[in-house]
């Protein structure tokens, strides 16, 4: 086997390896479709236009299943807590912030805080808990940004076009404890 290493007229760096005849095969091939003294054609401007905004979509291949967030919704409703959980955010007229605060609680205390959640997912698991609980995804990402923030962690900082994941840090652990015994914040 023989390795060859030759520079694009773009200053890219190609190496190949192969059998002597395969090597040079390839470089007579491609030496002869683009000699190396051709100057390359003069592109025609042209007026760039952006694709459209697509959704934010997490860049992670780790996306929570469908059935996990069931599982999520289903954990507040039945957990060890569920009568907390019931009568001091549920039924009580909670702020947005602990609403949201609420899923991240369940994947921390019951699922070993083994993934984060997106807004997106967060809205989902809010929304499948009844009208009083639903929290919408821009107002999940308003409430992240704002009143929740100090309670939450971000695997990468916020930015348009990819799902950033939230866990629940210890201090809102804590938070969501002292609301389920019933002290209101």
């Known amino acids: 086997m023989i390795k060859a290493t030759f520079s694009l007229p773009n200053g890219t760096v190609v ?3 192969g059998l002597r005849d395969d090597v040079q095969n390839l470089l007579d091939y491609y030496s002869n479709a683009h000699p ?6 003069k592109r025609e401007s042209k007026t760039v236009t952006k694709p459209p905004h697509k959704a934010a979509k997490p860049e992670s291949s780790a996306d929570v299943s469908p059935d996990t967030l069931i599982e999520i919704v289903n954990l507040i409703r039945s ?28 994947v921390h205390e019951y699922l070993d805080n083994s993934f984060g959640l ?5 809205g989902a698991i809010t929304t499948e808990l009844g009208d009083k609980m639903k929290v919408r995804r821009q ?3 308003r409430a992240v940004k704002g009143s929740a923030s100090k309670y939450v962690l971000g695997d990468r900082a916020r930015k348009t076009g990819t799902g950033t994941r939230y866990t629940l840090s210890d201090r809102g652990v804590q938070h969501i404890k002292s609301i389920l015994a019933g002290n209101q914040a």
């Open 79 to 106: 957990c060890p807590e569920a009568e907390a959980i019931e009568k001091n955010i549920l039924e009580a007229k909670s702020s947005e912030g602990i609403r949201v605060l609420l899923p991240l609680y369940i």
């Open 118 to 122: 997106t807004t997106v997912e967060i």
């Open 15 to 17: 190496t190949i390896e």
């Open 36 to 41: 190396r003294h051709s100057i390359p054609p």
């Open 139 to 141: 107002n999940v990402l």
